[in-house]
């Protein structure tokens, strides 16, 4: 299994520019988390999926956001227009709820955005 | 809403020494507890959980946590660190009952020196 496949792995981009995200959950899991870490505010769920359906987006900073889950297997985050203070990595998991229960959610290799 | 503090967000140790990574959750619920490693420029890999039963458990790495309620912690420990620990490690609870989200702590940053 190749895992949570995330792109692009780096991005730099000027203020004002759209930018999006793409995950490529495991096949198979039927849960997607978009997560946003910065130093300051740590690992903040941004918005999850349960059969490709949002189930809270509560995270979501503000309506520059935007995350779609059009099929199981794929995922994008959009941004537009973009930011400075939008600078962070960004983690895409996936999970299958488990039968005990505990979601074990596996992660992305993550997106570093950085914005200018 | 549930909440999780991780005290201390660095912490170092000569290796050989013991590892204590403290964590203290807030829930609303029952609560499931996690612990992840993050790796520089890696994702979180999972160490260990705990959902029910057993309040001692036992993760990779040689690291266990014990679930403590009445102080609502969910400390971790290794009784010898390794250099290869040195990583930021981050405690996390269910985000509710259905368990899907997890809501995480700010992440402790583990150094070991020689």
């Known amino acids: 299994d190749a895992g949570v496949i995330q792109s692009p792995r780096h991005e730099v981009t000027e203020m004002g520019q759209e930018v999006t995200l793409r995950c490529k959950p495991i096949?198979?899991?039927?849960?997607l988390f978009w997560y946003r870490q910065t130093m300051m505010r740590g690992l903040e769920l941004l918005i999850y999926f349960n059969n490709n359906v949002p189930i809270d987006d509560s995270g979501m900073p503000e309506d520059r956001f935007s995350a779609k889950m059009p099929n199981a297997s794929f995922s994008t985050l959009k941004i537009q227009p973009s930011e400075p203070r939008d600078s962070a990595v960004y983690f895409c998991?996936?999970?299958?709820?488990?039968?005990?229960?505990?979601?074990?959610?596996?992660f992305g290799a993550g997106s570093r955005l950085t914005v200018l | 809403a549930q909440s999780v503090t991780q005290l201390g967000s660095h912490v170092s140790v000569s290796e050989g020494a013991l590892v204590l990574l403290r964590c203290n959750y807030s829930s609303s619920v029952p609560p499931y507890l996690f612990w992840y490693v993050q790796y520089p420029n890696q994702g979180l890999q999972l160490l260990l959980k705990?959902?029910?039963?057993?309040?001692l458990v036992k993760g990779i790495n040689g690291f266990e946590a014990e679930f403590k309620k009445s102080e609502t912690s969910f400390h971790l420990t290794k009784p010898s660190a390794h250099m290869s620990d040195a990583a930021e490690y981050f405690c996390?609870?269910?985000?509710?009952?259905?368990?899907?989200?997890?809501?995480f702590g700010k992440g402790t940053t583990l150094s070991v020196s020689s």
């Open positions: 998991a996936s999970s299958s709820l488990g039968a005990s229960g505990a979601n074990v959610l596996t």
């Open positions: 996390a609870v269910r985000m509710d009952q259905a368990g899907t989200a997890l809501i």
């Open positions: 705990y959902t029910t039963g057993a309040t």
């Open positions: 096949s198979g899991h039927n849960s």
